[in-house]
């Protein structure tokens, strides 16, 4: 069917919400299915990871062009380089320029990378290769094609994201095959959790387009990959994630994720746990404060991530001081030789009738993340909600990586205190006291289990500890 002939202005989106595609009414041409269709709500990012061929470059060039043709802005169309943006995204058989209108283009400059609206509205081309490129754009919205293969965090991070501010309703479509990488890891983490309305995550497997794809080309590909991983996240689009020598994998944390506060037992105890970093400034590690509970089940329950980057030591000590009171916590915890004694002194110069507490973690790196992972293997730790640079580093973390993760030490330090990661699994039946992993100071000195049910104490604070995460909170004493 020619353009021209279409009923403007929906040739691609239909009236019906969960459509399959096909054609129906006046949409006598395949369009797009319900899958393929913006999320509802408000979100900012969406991110469409799907298998291949399910037709994600189509959906992407399709939803921008519609926010241009609804407001006349700067867009920017960005993927992993040049060559892709142009060739992909511009010119391509699922590009941009091939779902425009008849009279809808004034220009394209294939030198800048500009594509004119004749309402005026420009699509700025970019590439991923080139961060420092996107900067300086005031953008009313992008779209980010295979952004699991853009090189630099910083074309997001730094690029994309602080040049979405203007117009009605900024938003970023993210469309891409699922590989695992840290910045996928963090956008993909915020999709799954409820509570984070910003982010969407819509999944699909190349199997959604059948009606538009080959079946020789799609029998051929099942005869050859399916079953396999390379199947799995290529062809079903499935994010295949555990790094070898990782602490865990997303697919574990997800499996005894609890996502609903009323699934949360009685806790018997609960800590706020400190890894500080040794320089307070802009370049300097960040203080991971991370606060863990014991439920009555003896499993561990990551309650809040308060991680601050470049704060002082009395910027971090008020924080953890608001995340003990806010979660009524019983100890604040740091490990002996990674800062534990300034701890205790900080937090005191804060409030000297904080409880304070140092664990020793005797053994290096790699073994006192261990009975964490093993942990994690036998489902015993639960993440409350989700925590996406926690669990990016959980999954990505090595104990080769020369970086330190700030969060998930504070984590190991919490398990610690707890006694989750002593006397917990089987490897430590056999293990003498003294040759275990760490032992708990004082462990007789710590308070009694907790009287009162879970699900009040989490009602009570929701608000703030909202607030102390999304650092309204830092000044708070
Ligand atoms: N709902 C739809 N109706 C009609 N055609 C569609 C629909 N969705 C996708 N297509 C077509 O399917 C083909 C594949 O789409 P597209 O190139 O967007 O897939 P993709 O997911 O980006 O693939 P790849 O993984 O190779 O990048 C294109 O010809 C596209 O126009
Ligand atoms: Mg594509
Ligand atoms: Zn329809």
């Not at 032992?439 to 604070?461: F, H």
Request: with cysteine; hydrophobic share 35%.
């Amino acid at each position: 069917m020619e353009l021209a002939e279409r009923n403007r202005p929906s040739d691609w989106y239909c009236d019906r919400a969960d459509c399959d595609g096909l054609p129906h009414d006046r949409w006598t041409w395949n369009h797009a299915r319900g899958k393929q269709r913006p999320p509802d709500g408000d979100w900012f990012i969406w991110l469409l990871m799907t298998g291949r061929g399910f037709g994600k470059t189509r959906c992407g060039a399709e939803w921008l062009l519609n926010k241009a043709r609804d407001y006349q802005s700067d867009y920017a169309c960005v993927a992993p380089t040049w060559r892709d943006v142009r060739l992909v995204c511009a010119q391509g058989p699922s590009g941009l320029l091939e779902f425009m209108w008849d009279d809808e283009l004034a220009d394209y400059n294939k030198g800048s990378g500009d594509i004119t609206l004749r309402n005026g509205s420009i699509i700025h081309l970019a590439s991923a290769d080139q961060p420092d490129r996107l900067r300086g754009y005031n953008l009313a919205g992008a779209w980010g094609d295979e952004f699991a293969a853009w090189r630099y965090p910083a074309a997001y991070d730094e690029g994309l994201i602080p040049s979405l501010r203007i117009g009605p309703q900024p938003q970023l479509c993210l469309t891409t095959t699922p590989k695992l990488t840290k910045l996928m890891l963090r956008i993909v983490t915020r999709g799954k959790n409820p509570d984070d309305s910003a982010v969407v995550l819509t999944t699909g497997s190349m199997w959604d387009n059948k009606a538009n794809l080959s079946d020789l080309a799609m029998d051929e590909l099942r005869r050859s990959y399916a079953g396999t991983r390379i199947g799995r996240a290529e062809l079903e689009g499935e994010l295949i994630e555990d790094v070898d020598g990782a602490v865990t994998t997303l697919d574990v944390i997800d499996e005894h994720r609890i996502r609903d506060n009323k699934d949360v037992p009685d806790l018997v105890r609960i800590v706020v746990a400190i890894d500080p970093a040794v320089t307070a400034g802009e370049d300097s590690d960040a203080t991971g404060i991370v606060v863990v509970g014991k439920g009555v089940d003896g499993h561990g329950y990551v309650l809040a991530d308060y991680t601050v980057k470049g704060a002082t030591p009395k910027q971090w000590a008020k924080k953890a001081a608001a995340a003990y009171r806010l979660w009524e916590a019983d100890r604040i915890i740091g490990e002996v030789n990674n800062g534990g004694d300034l701890i205790a002194f900080t937090i005191h110069t804060v409030d000297p009738r904080l409880p304070s507490q140092s664990v020793r973690a005797t053994r290096g790196k790699r073994v006192r993340a261990e009975p964490v992972s093993a942990l994690y293997d036998l489902g015993r730790i639960h993440h409350v909600g989700a925590f996406a640079d926690l669990e990016t580093q959980l999954c990505t973390w090595t104990p080769e990586d020369p970086e330190s993760p700030d969060n998930l030490d504070a984590l190991v330090w919490g398990c610690y205190a707890l006694g989750l990661a002593v006397g917990g699994d089987w490897a430590s039946l056999f293990a003498p006291q003294r040759d275990s992993h760490a032992r708990v100071e004082d462990q007789k000195a710590l308070p009694a289990p907790r009287p009162g049910s879970w699900a009040n104490v989490y009602s009570k604070g929701k608000k703030d500890r909202r607030a102390l995460t999304r650092g309204d909170k830092d000044d708070t004493g």
